[in-house]
């Protein structure tokens, strides 16, 4: 059974930092893209950033420079490191395998 589990969510300040953690089960971890998405309420979910098989990493426009995604393959954790975080970035964010298999998030909240 597929299991995505996300972790490391909170409060934090304007400019301050968090590290989002998704331990998987159920899966051969490392030969999958591996996604992190977020969503506000009463909008889409949004891409955020993604680690292929071989470590290629890709970020939205809105995140880049700020947040990193990296991956344990032998713990099977994604890891997305959070910093100089704005109050827009405010949202559940959510682990996904491929886009097929999702997580049930964690909130991020980003506020003074």
């Known amino acids: 059974q597929v299991q995505l589990v996300e972790s490391g969510g909170g409060l934090v300040q304007p400019g301050g930092s968090l590290r989002l953690s998704c331990a998987v089960s159920?899966?051969?971890?490392?030969?999958?893209?591996m996604h992190w998405f977020r969503q506000v309420q009463g909008k889409e979910r949004e891409f955020v950033a993604r680690?292929?098989?071989?470590?290629?990493?890709a970020y939205a426009d809105s995140v880049k420079g700020r947040f990193t995604i990296s991956k344990d393959n032998f713990n099977e954790i994604v890891y997305l490191q959070m910093n100089n975080l704005r109050p827009e970035d405010t949202a559940v964010y959510y682990c996904?395998?491929?886009?097929?298999?999702w997580g049930k998030g964690t909130l991020v909240t980003v506020s003074s």
């Open positions: 996904s395998r491929s886009q097929i298999d």
């Open positions: 159920g899966f051969t971890f490392s030969g999958y893209t």
């Open positions: 680690i292929t098989s071989d470590d290629s990493t």
